[in-house]
């Protein structure tokens, strides 16, 4: 079976259990689970790897993480000790550190079935992601109306908008 897959270029699709009692395997699915940067160093006989999650100008979701997290898990098992010579670490970049969900913060990030490697006491590690103030965006838009639309079938390049997120000037990047 292996060989006829590498003989077309097609792969069978991985099933991971839903870890809910008759709910069935979760195939990988249409949307892309990636890591945006991923670092790997030795030191000594371990190597470690540091897991990226980056968001510039966009929240961070629970949805997403719970997802990423129960595909990571089963790479690297819930402590991250599946592999003696790996040393998986995760992290969060953006330009504020999001909040943890709370009885007084409903919207924040939630960390139950998050694997405990993912976590440093309780919270998401946190780096500062400092956003260009010249960025730009690509934009799709109804060219009759010249504004933004989702089914529209023209681009364009635009600056991107001035938002909260703390960001480097010209002068100083």
Not at 54 to 80: E, M, W, Y
């Amino acid at each position: 079976m292996l060989q006829d897959a590498v003989n077309d270029g097609s792969f069978p699709t991985p099933r991971f259990p839903s870890g809910q009692k008759g709910k069935s395997p979760l195939n990988v699915n249409a949307n892309q689970e990636d890591i945006d940067l991923l670092v790997a160093f030795d030191k000594g006989p371990v190597t470690h790897l540091v897991l990226v999650e980056a968001k510039g100008v966009t929240q961070f979701g629970n949805a997403q993480l719970i997802s990423k997290g129960r595909r990571l898990k089963h790479i690297f098992g819930r402590a991250g000790d599946k592999y003696p010579s790996v040393s998986p670490h995760f992290l969060l970049a953006s330009p504020a550190r999001p909040k943890l969900h709370s009885t007084e913060y409903h919207q924040g990030l939630k960390t139950k079935g998050i694997p405990q490697w993912m976590l440093s006491d309780g919270d998401f590690i946190h780096i500062e992601l400092l956003v260009p103030a010249d960025r730009i965006v690509i934009e799709r838009f109804d060219k009759e109306s010249g504004k933004a639309s989702k089914v529209g079938n023209q681009w364009r390049v635009k600056p991107a908008p001035v938002d909260r997120a703390p960001v480097i000037g010209p002068e100083e990047g």
